[in-house]
């Protein structure tokens, strides 16, 4: 019956030659909607369809459709509300990467954590082997002297079986 400045924008179609048309030959995208419609007027309750996607050839574009019962119409109608909400959902996809995207930082972090644990045992482990070999350690002079053992023998049996090479590939 009616349709503003925007709705002839959008449809591309005067309003002179819109009014009488039927809203789906203008608008084909209310097709899908025919249920929500009907229950807008059988229940006299405004409803939202939020979020529609339409594939324009410009791109993809979003709409939330709203729906308000003519309480007043005979025949009953319907004024059709279409806000485009295209930036703000991008926007929320824009967000959506950012929080998974940190996410998987937080878990590659916690990942690396877990990793480190370990590792950092093995090579604790590996320095304070190389730290018994030493024969700059008193204690160990002392350790190998109590057991009748030369320490430079065996830093040197180590040094043939490249032992010492393997404790510091690891």
């Known amino acids: 019956t009616d349709c503003n400045l925007q709705a ?17 030959d203008l608008l084909p995208l209310l097709k899908d909607y025919q249920e929500v419609l009907a229950r807008v007027i059988t229940q006299n309750q405004a409803e ?22 003519l309480l007043d119409e ?16 991008k926007i929320q996809e824009k967000l959506l990467k950012q929080e998974k995207l940190q996410s998987t930082l937080k878990l590659a972090a916690g990942l690396a954590h ?11 482990g590996v320095q304070t082997v190389r730290r018994r070999f030493s024969s700059e350690l008193e204690k160990n002079q002392e ?5 009748q053992v030369d320490l430079g023998q065996i830093q040197q049996y180590c040094e043939q079986r490249e032992i010492f090479k393997f404790l510091e590939s690891i």
């Open 48 to 69: 939202k369809v939020q979020n529609v996607l339409i594939q324009e050839k410009t791109g993809r574009r979003y709409l939330d459709i709203i729906l308000y019962p």
């Open 143 to 147: 350790t190998a002297k109590s057991l």
């Open 8 to 24: 002839q924008k959008m449809t591309q179609v005067d309003r002179k030659k819109a009014i009488g048309m039927q809203y789906t």
């Open 114 to 124: 877990e990793i480190n644990n370990p590792l950092g045992a093995v090579l604790q």
């Open 74 to 89: 005979d025949p009953p109608g319907i004024v059709i509300r279409l806000d485009d909400m295209t930036s703000q959902v």
